[in-house]
């Protein structure tokens, strides 16, 4: 019930967070069930509306737990690992954590929707850095929703209500940004280098 988050892991494995029925269902590369996780609550393992998903190197899944402002990682299989954030607007807090991303170097990259920010952590969920404020200026947000990470660790984000996707180097410098109503969700095809921007009940590819 309302599919919200989808990611492949190295398997071809693909995983898919239900915002309302607080799981996460894995299908193999043909679209087969292969298992599910999670119900309702706030406990480890629980969720309060997941919204986005993706995978590290060790296809550990990391999901934004959207209502609980917590980010949790399991390992392939759904077993629990560990979890960071809480809510507020301090360093490391969420005010409805709903895009996430992995670079080279592992660090995870959130979009922290409420906060009008983007909070980059270690892989272990330390604090690093964060960047963005309400507003339409350039790496200013209204209402940021998915992002990714390209080849060179540019951070890209889903600035929908400014109708624009805006694009930054690792640290959170601003560098560029490109037109696109209401943007959601975003994808970079590796091989081709083209952008896939979803939003506005379209997809666009750059």
Do not use: M
């Amino acid at each position: 019930d309302k599919p919200w988050g989808i990611t492949i892991n190295s398997k071809g494995n693909i995983i898919v967070s239900e915002f309302n029925n607080n799981r996460i269902q894995i299908f193999d590369s043909n679209g087969k069930f292969i298992s599910k996780f999670g119900s309702k609550g706030n406990e480890n393992g629980q969720f309060n509306g997941p919204e986005e998903v993706c995978v590290d190197e060790n296809d550990n899944i990391l999901v934004c737990d959207y209502d609980n402002d917590r980010i949790q990682i399991f390992d392939s299989e759904g077993n629990f690992i560990s979890k960071f954030g809480s809510k507020g607007n301090g360093n490391g807090q969420f005010n409805g954590p709903c895009g996430i991303a992995i670079n080279s170097k592992g660090n995870i990259i959130v979009s922290d929707f409420s906060n009008k920010r983007i909070q980059i952590f270690d892989s272990n969920g330390k604090f690093i850095s964060k960047f963005g404020s309400k507003g339409n200026g350039n790496g200013e947000f209204n209402d940021q929703h998915g992002i990714c990470v390209d080849f060179n660790d540019n951070i890209f984000v889903c600035d929908s209500n400014n109708n624009r996707v805006q694009i930054f180097d690792s640290k959170g410098s601003y560098i560029s940004q490109f037109g696109k109503t209401k943007p959601i969700g975003i994808a970079i095809n590796f091989n081709t280098q083209n952008i896939v921007v979803c939003g506005n009940n379209q997809a666009s590819i750059f």
